[in-house]
């Protein structure tokens, strides 16, 4: 168990609708990380966040979102869904203490995935 | 072109062999590089992390090496068992970015 948590564990909806993913990271992490994974892709970087703020943009498009809260969960809100979206959907967290890049003393923690099903 | 390419894409290999896994990469200027392993289905789990000073660096039975001047790096698994059965991932991180840059993967299959 590596202490980070995605919501829900599997999803299915249908093109054209919005879903929101959740993850909470390990405690004590401030930067999370999302991630996309779809099955002839290896792992896509879409966004990072350190402590509420955005730090790093990856191939992610307009159609996502994200955010980090107060309490340092995020969500990730992907609309107008197709079905090329469909995919599994990661969150990491790291310690850390300005949300730069990742040194090689800050291991960084990957949640069990969100899969995500559009129909 | 990905900045980061392993091979082979996959292999399988009997229990109890030894295997190598290779990854090459043009990520420029080079921080530190990273060895996942990811069981189907779930979170990749970090095995090792390794500086530009840094040639090797050992796991239990996964050992990774670092060639730095050629952009090269391997990971080798001893003595393999079942449970080593999935992909194993290389990520490079360029100093001062905080984007990452991820290989596709090696699919390991151990089988008895």
């Known amino acids: 168990d590596s202490g980070v948590t995605q919501t829900p564990k599997h999803l299915i909806t249908a093109t054209g609708q919005r879903v929101t993913l959740r993850c909470s990271p390990r405690?004590?992490?401030?930067?999370v990380y999302w991630y996309q994974q779809s099955l002839d892709q290896g792992l896509q970087f879409l966004i990072q966040?350190?402590?509420?703020?955005?730090?790093a943009k990856g191939n992610i498009l307009e159609r996502f979102s994200a955010q980090q809260f107060p309490d340092l969960h995020s969500e990730l809100n992907l609309s107008s869904l197709e079905l090329g979206d469909s995919a599994l959907y990661f969150c990491?967290?790291?310690?850390?203490?300005?949300?730069?890049?990742?040194?090689?003393?800050?291991?960084?923690?990957f949640g069990p995935g969100t899969r995500l099903t559009v129909l | 072109k990905n900045q980061v390419e392993q091979s082979p894409q996959s292999l399988i290999i009997l229990e109890g062999k030894n295997c190598t896994l290779q990854?090459?990469?043009?990520?420029?200027?080079?921080?530190?590089l990273r060895w996942y392993k990811q069981d189907t289905g779930r979170g990749p789990v970090s095995l090792t992390i390794?500086?530009?000073?840094?040639n090797t660096k050992s796991n239990g039975r996964y050992t990774a090496t670092l060639d730095a001047d050629t952009k090269q790096s391997s990971l080798h698994i001893t003595a393999s068992q079942l449970s080593d059965s999935a992909s194993y991932i290389c990520?490079?991180?360029?100093?001062?970015?905080?984007?990452?840059?991820f290989g596709k993967g090696n699919q390991v299959v151990v089988i008895p």
């Open positions: 990491a967290s790291s310690g850390g203490t300005s949300g730069g890049p990742l040194t090689s003393t800050d291991t960084q923690y």
């Open positions: 966040y350190y402590n509420g703020e955005e730090r």
């Open positions: 390794m500086t530009f000073s840094e």
């Open positions: 405690s004590g992490d401030l930067s």
């Open positions: 990520v490079v991180i360029a100093y001062g970015n905080n984007r990452l840059a």
């Open positions: 990854c090459n990469y043009t990520v420029s200027p080079f921080s530190n």
